[in-house]
Nanobody, 124 residues
Framework: QVQLVDTGGGLVQAGGSLRLSCSTS????????MAWFRQAPGKEREFVAA????????YYPDSVKGRFTISRDNAKNTVYLQMNSLKPEDTAVYYC?????????????????WGQGTQVTVSS
């Protein structure tokens, strides 16, 4: 069983930065593909970023490409999401997710394990 704990959310002004962290339990972190999703009020959850086991492959949708960076530290069992140039439309609850295997995917249903979510609010 894998447990994920998301932290780092908060309130920031437009143009600012935040770094989210997701720590995992268990000994299998280095075999997990990790991802971040977000869900704004009244909207479906959407894919934000994903990273492979080794960190060599990453994937972002156009909405965050160039502003967000996903990274991982396998020694610390932690994945990060660095968010720069934040916009009000980035306001959402952000969720860390994990799946076994080394294929980077964006479909929510392909991820088995989920964190509890952390709120990010960007003011204009």
């Amino acid at each position: 069983q894998v447990q994920l704990v998301d932290t780092g959310g908060g309130l920031v002004q437009a143009g600012g930065s935040l770094r989210l962290s997701c720590s995992t339990s268990g000994r299998s972190f280095s075999t997990l593909t990790m991802a971040w999703f977000r869900q704004a009020p009244g909207k479906e959850r959407e894919f934000v970023a994903a990273i492979s086991w080794s960190g060599g492959n990453t994937y972002y949708p156009d909405s965050v490409k160039g502003r967000f960076t996903i990274s991982r530290d396998n020694a610390k069992n932690t994945v990060y999401l660095q968010m720069n140039s934040l916009k009000p439309e980035d306001t959402a609850v952000y969720y860390c997710a994990a799946r076994r295997g080394d294929i980077v995917v964006s479909r929510e249903g392909r991820y088995t394990y989920w964190g509890q979510g952390t709120q990010v609010t960007v003011s204009s």
